[in-house]
């Protein structure tokens, strides 16, 4: 299947940074207004914004966990939940046919350390816009990637799971090519619709890369 792609990122700047055409729209998911023309007339839509914690000046990592914050505006509350709301809602309005939303792995757990990052509890803002998604009516696919590397995809055995059971293991992450990967193979199989799953991965070399979407798909039984 192929698929037309348009992009959807907050400013002028990072259009250029990523080479941008008319493919790519510039709009603030904070504002309902500013992203619907971006959304007009798509079938599907992968939602990967998040909120970004930021390292206070001075800290030092080598001394201990440092300290982070969000810029003003941009804490998880507004970006995790207010705008993942708005794409969804804006999406729901656009007569889209399916969203595939990125969360993390972790929600499970009220006190994880992503959640005390800038005292933003990310992960619980962040479950609170996969509620949404979930009663939301669209076809949904939600996937919480484990801790993201950069490193080539397609050469690993992907894992599925659920309620954080993978953050038990040493399979708890995973190139974030693969994520950008299972995102499109879920666009293509209905049995990645109405599902939510964590995804991590093998380390490369073991076990044998995952090229049958559709099957990984129909191992996860969880709706949320």
Same mark, same amino acid.
Request: with cysteine; net charge negative.
């Given at each position: 299947?192929?698929?037309?792609? #348009?992009?959807?990122? +907050? $400013?002028? *700047?990072?259009?250029?940074?990523?080479?941008? @055409?008319?493919? =790519?729209?510039?709009?603030?998911? +904070?504002? $309902? %207004?500013?992203? !619907?023309?971006?959304l007009e007339g798509i079938d599907a839509l992968i939602i990967l914004t998040s909120a970004v914690p930021k390292m206070k000046?001075?800290?030092?990592? $080598? /001394?201990?966990?440092?300290?982070?914050?969000?810029?003003?505006?941009?804490?998880? *509350?507004q970006v995790d939940w207010i705008g993942q709301k708005n794409q969804i809602y804006a999406a729901k309005a656009a007569g =889209?046919?399916?969203?595939? !939303?990125?969360?993390?792995?972790?929600?499970?757990n009220p006190n994880h350390m992503l959640n005390s990052l800038g005292n933003g509890n990310i992960l619980i803002w962040k #479950? /609170?816009?996969?509620?949404?998604? @979930?009663?939301?009516?669209?076809?949904?696919?939600?996937? +919480? @990637?484990?801790?993201?590397?950069?490193?080539?995809?397609?050469? +690993?055995?992907?894992?599925?799971?659920?309620?954080? *059971?993978? !953050?038990?293991?040493?399979?708890?992450?995973?190139? #974030?090519?693969?994520?950008?990967?299972?995102?499109?193979?879920?666009?293509?199989?209905?049995?990645? /619709?109405?599902?939510?799953?964590?995804?991590?991965?093998?380390?490369?070399?073991?076990? $044998?890369?995952?090229? %049958?979407?559709? @099957?990984?798909?129909?191992? =996860?039984?969880?709706?949320?």
């Amino acid at each position: 299947m192929q698929f037309i792609g #348009r992009g959807l990122v +907050r $400013t002028p *700047e990072s259009k250029d940074q990523i080479g941008g @055409a008319d493919d =790519v729209f510039v709009g603030d998911i +904070r504002n $309902t %207004d500013s992203i !619907l023309a971006a959304l007009e007339g798509i079938d599907a839509l992968i939602i990967l914004t998040s909120a970004v914690p930021k390292m206070k000046p001075g800290s030092d990592p $080598t /001394k201990g966990r440092p300290d982070f914050y969000f810029d003003e505006g941009a804490y998880p *509350e507004q970006v995790d939940w207010i705008g993942q709301k708005n794409q969804i809602y804006a999406a729901k309005a656009a007569g =889209v046919k399916h969203i595939v !939303l990125v969360g993390s792995m972790g929600g499970m757990n009220p006190n994880h350390m992503l959640n005390s990052l800038g005292n933003g509890n990310i992960l619980i803002w962040k #479950r /609170k816009a996969e509620q949404y998604l @979930a009663d939301s009516g669209i076809p949904y696919t939600i996937i +919480r @990637a484990g801790g993201l590397q950069d490193k080539p995809g397609g050469l +690993r055995e992907l894992l599925v799971g659920k309620d954080d *059971e993978l !953050l038990q293991t040493d399979t708890r992450a995973i190139p #974030r090519a693969d994520v950008a990967e299972v995102c499109i193979q879920a666009l293509q199989f209905e049995e990645a /619709k109405f599902k939510a799953f964590d995804l991590a991965s093998k380390p490369e070399g073991a076990g $044998t890369p995952t090229t %049958d979407f559709k @099957a990984l798909f129909a191992k =996860v039984t969880a709706r949320f």
